[in-house]
């Protein structure tokens, strides 16, 4: 597609749920990202994939989130048991050109809220 | 560890005046150094970049220079305009193990510019 697409827009969502949030990158995008940006906070980093496996998913605050990548395509992140501090915009974003300083490309975020 | 640190928010100004909003940035390594822009109900976007020691970045108005002895990354524009009205997320790149690197951002800074 054109851009980085993310669904749901919106995700509300009672306390103690699961949630799974999708993430289609730009085509032939290698690299892929995800981000939370919390109310009035900067971008937090949660994980980070190359193709389809995650050499760095340092980010993921628990071990209740969690993301897989397939095809080298859509991503996936799977929140479990969702708590209110849960509530924020999760971003995806996805890098081509196969060069550390290429710039990111994001989606308009999926904004969950937990109530 | 590496980290970016920019001026808090939020920033008014008037139509047409001088706007500087300051970065600086600790990392290891050489870091590729950007500002990204989220326009109200946008996702975010690469506004500018620069990948070494003195380079210049610009882009709509905007410049910022890659200051090593300063470990800075300043933001400015001579003019703003209304239409400038946004978040505006320092960050940086730095390549580690061979990947395509993560992006590490500052927590944005919030400028409206009055008419």
């Known amino acids: 597609g054109a851009g980085v697409s993310q669904s749901p827009s919106n995700k509300v969502t009672e306390k103690g749920k699961d949630v799974e949030l999708r993430c289609d990158p730009i085509?032939?995008?290698?690299?892929l990202y995800w981000y939370r940006q919390r109310l009035g906070q900067g971008l937090e980093f949660l994980i980070y994939?190359?193709?389809?496996?995650?050499?760095?998913k340092s980010g993921l605050p628990s071990d209740r989130f969690s993301a897989e990548r397939t095809g080298e395509s859509v991503s996936t992140l799977t929140i479990q048991r969702t708590q209110q501090e849960d509530s924020a915009v999760y971003l995806c974003?996805?890098?081509?050109?196969?060069?550390?300083?290429?710039?990111?490309?994001f989606g308009n975020g999926t904004r969950l809220t937990v109530t | 560890g590496n980290s970016v640190t920019q001026m808090e928010g939020p920033v008014t100004l008037s139509e047409e005046a001088f706007l500087t909003i300051n970065c600086t940035y600790t990392?290891?390594?050489?870091?590729?150094l950007f500002w990204y822009v989220q326009y109200p109900g946008e996702g975010l976007q690469l506004l500018l970049k620069?990948?070494?020691?003195?380079d210049k970045g610009s882009n709509k108005g905007f410049e910022a220079t890659y200051r090593k002895e300063t470990t800075s990354f300043h933001l400015e524009k001579g003019s703003v305009q209304v239409s400038d009205s946004a978040v505006y997320f320092c960050?940086?790149?730095?390549?580690?193990?061979?990947?395509?690197?993560?992006?590490?951002f500052g927590k944005g800074t919030k400028l409206s510019v009055k008419p």
């Open positions: 960050a940086l790149s730095v390549q580690y193990g061979g990947s395509q690197g993560n992006l590490i």
């Open positions: 974003a996805s890098k081509g050109g196969g060069r550390y300083n290429s710039p990111l490309h």
């Open positions: 085509s032939g995008h290698t690299a």
């Open positions: 620069a990948t070494k020691a003195d």
């Open positions: 990392a290891t390594g050489y870091p590729s």
């Open positions: 994939f190359q193709g389809n496996s995650a050499p760095d």
